[in-house]
């Protein structure tokens, strides 16, 4: 930017003598005098002074107007305290002689005639607005974290201290939507406020985290206090989102007149993982820990207790860490790699953590890992590499064998603590996660599975059968799957595709509803053009998943295709419709005809009655109802 306010020296002189009529200082300064100004007044800044450096006339000046006003050649000013004096402050750039300055203004102002009563209100009123925006979390309207480190984690108690996190947030994001999370944040946040006092202080502290601060609470009153605002969450709902249901797990403890809230928010913070480990729970100091459940059931808290694996070949060492660890953990040592094996396979994932030494005489660290990958160990049970070996190698191949962390010797109990805290505290989110997730497709599945039968149930409606034909043939379908795969690989059948192919069996014949009643129901032996009819059964419903259209590359209706049209084959190619023989038929197919013939066989119908079991295994194994293949005939 270049100043369109170019004079000469004569001109600033005889403009700043009229400005000194009015301002106490009056004075022009060029970029040297400025930058020699800057330095003394950072060297100030440094030294701890507030006052005595000559920047803005004889006063120490926070952040240089003048200066700012020659580097953005603009005009600026403020008001500014000098001891207990408010000064305005008033600076324009220029050019004088072609050379760059500031003319620089300075006037003492009248406190008492600065502003009106009125205006003093507003321009407190305006200031206390400010504090609150800077504060304030803008989504849940609490106090956010700069407020804890401004105001807050210094405070001392007595107080009770509780850390609130939202369980399953980030399944909410996953699945409804952030919007969903948003939403959840309010109604928790909006509930705890109704429950407390005015003088209690609720901070959003982390994503999905509370620190409430409860001063003056005694221990019962504050574990009573907590109890009913984990029950006034779980009972909220969300809106729009009535699926949702909240849970909380908190922990709390009670900061004493000596402790200030920083020091005693990581002791609330451990309980409240102990809580997460259960999910939807309250745990304080004391013993009497309730589920947050309708019953109340009482729960020992050594059960919430993580259990860490100390694997050391030296007992001081073992020792040292389990002193670390005490009391928030429980631990469990081992002295040898082979030991460690053993206490895996017994005790599996009620192990929370293993501290695992490198270097131990017969199998090593490296060996241990090994064998937990082998297991699929570490998918579940974290490990912490712990050695005096801090060479490279050692540790990049610790990492790539798939330890979370790594502590060398000497210990630093705060470190270890703290890595072992973080790493359960991250496996604790991780699991319940997974639980959640898993949980959901199971339901997912069991839904998927419901419509299946509905459907398969219409069919045999039509056809007079009794509702378990469906079923017997699924649960035939899937025992022929899994002793098909225990003998032979030739057909690549992992358990999602025995899953697939079990539920899909219930459609063989969905195909019958569009044959006549009369056909599907009579009670004798079918005419030639009336079982040329019935097999049109297998074209009809291949017919109708072919014209699911958008569906038509889901695995799930290609293998539903294939049972629903060629299960009538056999394997000598005499069966229909298209006289596929041999490998010819999808093994699918292949399969849910066996189960088909034998479960017609020994169920009654209305045109025979049930064979025994015995009878219909010689009918089959002597080929009265077609020929099929070999191996699944061993199989049945």
């Known amino acids: 930017m270049v100043s369109d306010y170019k004079i000469t020296m004569e001109q600033a002189e005889a403009e700043m003598a009229c400005y000194r009529k009015v301002f106490s200082s009056v004075r022009l300064l060029d970029q040297e005098t400025l930058e020699k100004l800057n330095a003394e007044r950072l060297q100030a800044a440094e030294a701890g002074k507030n006052e005595g450096s000559d920047v803005c006339t004889e006063h120490f000046c926070q952040g240089c107007v003048a200066m700012d006003a020659f580097t953005q050649k603009e005009e600026l000013s403020k008001l500014e305290f000098i001891g207990e004096d408010i000064y305005q402050i008033m600076v324009k750039y220029l050019e004088i002689d072609g050379k760059p300055y500031v003319m620089e203004l300075l006037k003492a102002l009248d406190k008492n005639s600065l502003i009106d009563q009125k205006d003093r209100e507003r321009l407190i009123s305006s200031l206390t607005g400010y504090n609150e925006r800077l504060y304030r979390d803008v989504l849940t309207k609490v106090y956010n974290r700069r407020y804890y480190e401004d105001e807050v984690k210094s405070q001392t108690g007595p107080a009770g201290i509780a850390m609130i996190d939202l369980d399953d947030f980030k399944l909410y994001n996953d699945t409804y939507g952030h919007s969903a999370g948003d939403m959840a944040l309010v109604v928790v946040a909006e509930t705890i406020c109704k429950y407390i006092h005015k003088s209690d202080i609720l901070i959003r502290y982390g994503g999905d985290e509370f620190l409430l601060v409860l001063p003056g609470v005694k221990e019962m009153e504050f574990a009573r206090r907590l109890q009913e605002i984990h029950d006034k969450i779980h009972m909220a709902v969300v809106p729009g989102y009535a699926r949702i249901q909240l849970s909380v797990s908190i922990g709390g403890t009670i900061a004493e007149e000596d402790e200030t809230i920083e020091d005693v928010v990581g002791r609330a913070d451990r309980f409240m993982y102990q809580a997460k480990t259960r999910k939807n729970l309250v745990v304080t100091e004391s013993n009497e820990i309730k589920e947050g459940n309708a019953q109340g059931a009482e729960v020992d808290r050594e059960e919430l207790k993580q259990q860490i694996l100390i694997v050391d070949d030296a007992e001081l060492n073992r020792d040292i860490l389990a002193e670390i660890l005490h009391p928030d953990f429980k631990t469990m040592e081992a002295c040898s790699g082979e030991e460690c094996i053993s206490m895996l396979r017994e005790y599996g994932a009620g192990i929370s953590l293993v501290l695992l030494d490198i270097v131990m005489p017969g199998m090593d660290g490296f060996a241990v890992l090994e064998e937990m990958n082998r297991n699929h160990w570490l998918e579940d049970i974290p490990v912490i590499m712990i050695s005096s070996e801090e060479t490279e190698s050692y540790i990049r191949r610790a990492y790539e064998m798939g330890v979370s962390d790594y502590i060398s010797r000497p210990f630093d109990a705060k470190v270890v603590y703290r890595r072992v805290y973080n790493t359960i505290k991250l496996y604790v989110k991780q699991r319940r996660l997974i639980t959640l997730?898993?949980?959901?497709?199971?339901?997912?599945?069991?839904?998927?599975?419901?419509?299946?039968?509905?459907?398969?149930?219409?069919?045999?409606?039509?056809?007079?059968?009794?509702?378990?034909?469906?079923?017997?043939?699924?649960?035939?379908?899937?025992?022929?799957?899994?002793?098909?795969?225990?003998?032979?690989?030739?057909?690549?059948?992992?358990?999602?595709?025995q899953y697939m192919i079990t539920v899909a069996s219930a459609l063989h014949d969905i195909g019958k509803v569009g044959i006549d009643e009369k056909i599907l129901n009579k009670p004798g032996r079918l005419t030639n053009e009336e079982f040329a009819e019935m097999k049109k059964h297998t074209l009809i419903g291949?017919?109708?998943?072919?014209?699911?259209?958008?569906?038509?590359?889901?695995?799930?209706?290609?293998?539903?295709?294939?049972?629903?049209?060629?299960?009538?084959?056999?394997?000598?190619?005499?069966?229909?419709?298209?006289?596929?023989?041999?490998?010819?038929?999808?093994?699918?197919?292949?399969?849910?005809?066996?189960?088909?013939?034998?479960?017609?066989?020994?169920?009654?119908?209305?045109?025979?009655?049930?064979?025994?079991?015995?009878?219909?295994?010689?009918?089959?194994?002597?080929?009265?109802?077609?020929?099929?293949?070999?191996?699944?005939?061993?199989?049945?």
């Open 437 to 497: 997730v898993t949980d959901q497709i199971r339901e997912k599945e069991k839904n998927s599975q419901i419509l299946v039968d509905i459907l398969s149930h219409i069919v045999e409606f039509r056809n007079g059968e009794s509702g378990l034909h469906v079923q017997h043939i699924k649960t035939l379908t899937g025992l022929l799957l899994e002793r098909l795969v225990q003998k032979t690989d030739k057909y690549n059948l992992k358990w999602n595709d």
């Open 542 to 636: 291949a017919s109708m998943l072919k014209s699911l259209g958008v569906y038509q590359d889901e695995e799930f209706v290609k293998v539903a295709y294939q049972i629903c049209r060629w299960h009538h084959e056999r394997y000598d190619g005499k069966g229909y419709p298209d006289g596929l023989k041999g490998e010819e038929i999808p093994i699918v197919a292949q399969v849910v005809s066996v189960a088909d013939v034998y479960d017609a066989l020994t169920s009654e119908r209305v045109y025979k009655k049930a064979f025994s079991h015995e009878k219909a295994m010689e009918m089959i194994l002597a080929g009265e109802c077609g020929t099929f293949n070999p191996l699944l005939l061993e199989c049945l």
